[in-house]
Nanobody, 124 residues
Framework: VQLQAFGGGLVQPGGSLRLSCLVS????????VGWFRQASGKEREFLSA??????????YYSRSVKDRATISRDNAESTCYLQIDSLKLEDTAIYYC????????????????WGQGTQVTVSS
């Protein structure tokens, strides 16, 4: 399984950003796709996840982005998206997407495959 995250950049406070994660690999090895971030000097934070191969859309949002973020997927394009609205200074971080091959864990555990990260900077 390989992942490539992109879509980061410089955004003003209050703005929006949509991050993309291109996921490649056998569908049987992709149970859920999650988004994490790590700000400078801080621990990695689990933000959101979506069940990858499902007729429905099972999703999870952490408290820090709940009501401001939307996770979605386009299986035809093998892409997972995370849109975050009303961006704040404290959203500045490197954002990573990752794959959990076996479960939908709302604690952010079990993510064995990682992309390279994309920098999001919120600044006026």
């Amino acid at each position: 399984v390989q992942l490539q995250a992109f879509g980061g950049g410089l955004v003003q406070p209050g703005g929006s950003l949509r991050l993309s994660c291109l996921v490649s690999g056998p569908a049987s090895s992709i149970w859920a796709v999650g988004w994490f971030r790590q700000a400078s000097g801080k621990e990695r934070e689990f933000l959101s996840a979506i069940r990858w191969s499902d007729s429905g859309s099972i999703t999870y949002y952490s408290r820090s982005v709940k009501d401001r973020a939307t996770i979605s997927r386009d299986n035809a394009e093998s892409t997972c998206y995370l849109q975050i609205d009303s961006l704040k200074l404290e959203d500045t971080a490197i954002y990573y997407c990752a794959v959990n091959p076996s479960s939908f864990d709302m604690g952010g555990y079990g993510y064995d495959y990682w992309g390279q990260g994309t920098q999001v900077t919120v600044s006026s």
